[in-house]
């Protein structure tokens, strides 16, 4: 026979520990919840209830006249929305609670506001940024829908989260937490997380729910692969060797003489031509369509080559479908667009194996990096502020006013530093040899792709 002064056992409807504690006489009391899950914890507690005679349900305190009295105005009163914020004011200055979600009917279900605030049509937040002029594109909004659909829902729904006023600030450190295991780039992880947090500080911004539970958030870090760039000697090869496209040769040799971005060569308007300058006012992705350049601004980009100049207008002017000054310079053989920036690379991953580089190697290159190519060498030749011009890079330290003037030292600059770098590329392709038939027999190409990828 035991000699254990209490037992221990589990109920169905509960994961604690209960003790029942035996009298003298050999009778057990009623069951006393020990708020323990580990039955060593619980006989711990049991023991010393048992040492110190506690072992009993301690007896409730009568209520007092005025208690009962608060309790029936309660169930009876009509209170206001304003009697109950008073209310729950009060209670968080006694430091009863910290803060409290109460349904006044209109609580938000957690998967349609961020599916909403990631949806073009439907979201206050695009709404009000376009209203503000603030630069967003479609582009952007897909891809944020896409992390809320991947990333946030699936973690909802395994952590049986309902409405956005229950997401608590420890649910998003654990988020972050999960996102962390991801093998993905600190730059993507940030992208992941923020799709969520931007759309629960602008719950907060404005009131939906009470506490901005986004602050102190720590996002990850690091270093971004630096991408690789051409030498100088492959570029001379490179554009001495026969491409199989003239179009995608012309637009890559734009792009290491001026820096232009992919989706500024694209949105290229044959009104956008002048005498040896490029007037950039637009940027083209397949989302948005001809959208305003990444930074929000136009700019004049310094071109010095009349062979160059001349391609463009040729080429802009031969497009079938348009040929007034709207029409695109690298027109598609879809009306109203311009071709694919990904022919320009599968044709420049081309070339790169005709100079001789193997087609491993070549993966290592990609379009953007012409940029980083004309930025790495012009550095060396122009200042920082005129390069910035070219370029339309923001940085985080603006420069002051006075920056804002450009000089004809810095357009002089500009043009020379091009001629010295770029010249004898550029000089040795007196002309384009653009085959019209071919251009305007073209259907359309498709290469061959991976998930997306070239191969």
Known sequence: MSNIPFTLSKRKDSTFYYVRFKTESGKYLTAISTKQTDKKQAEKVAWEW???????????????????ATKAFIRQADISNDDLDYVIQEMKRRGIIKSIVYNNGNLHNAETYFLDFWTWEKSPYIKEKLRKNHTIGKRHVSKEYGNIKNYWLPFLRKNKIET???ITKQNVKHFVDEIAELPKSFGSKNDIVRAGTTALKYAFNNDLIPKDITQGIVYFSGKYNEREILTPEIVQALFNVQWNDERAKLANMLAMCTGLR??????????DLGQDRLYINHSWNLQDGLKCTKNGESRIVYLPFKPMIQALKELAESNPYNSAIDSFVFW????????????WLYELRQALQKVGMNKAETKKYCFHAWRHFYSTYMSEHVNQKALQKQTGHKTVSMLEHYAEHETLQDIDNIKNAQIALFGNVVNKTEYFDFDYKKLNGYVKVEYKTAGGKLV
């Open 50 to 68: 048992f040492r110190k005679g506690e072992i009993r349900k301690p007896r409730k305190e009568p209520e007092t006249i005025q208690a009962k």
């Open 164 to 166: 956005l006023e229950e």
């Open 262 to 271: 992919a989706g500024e060569i694209q949105g290229l308007r044959l009104q």
């Open 332 to 343: 598609a053989t879809i009306p109203g667009k311009p071709m694919e920036s990904k022919t």
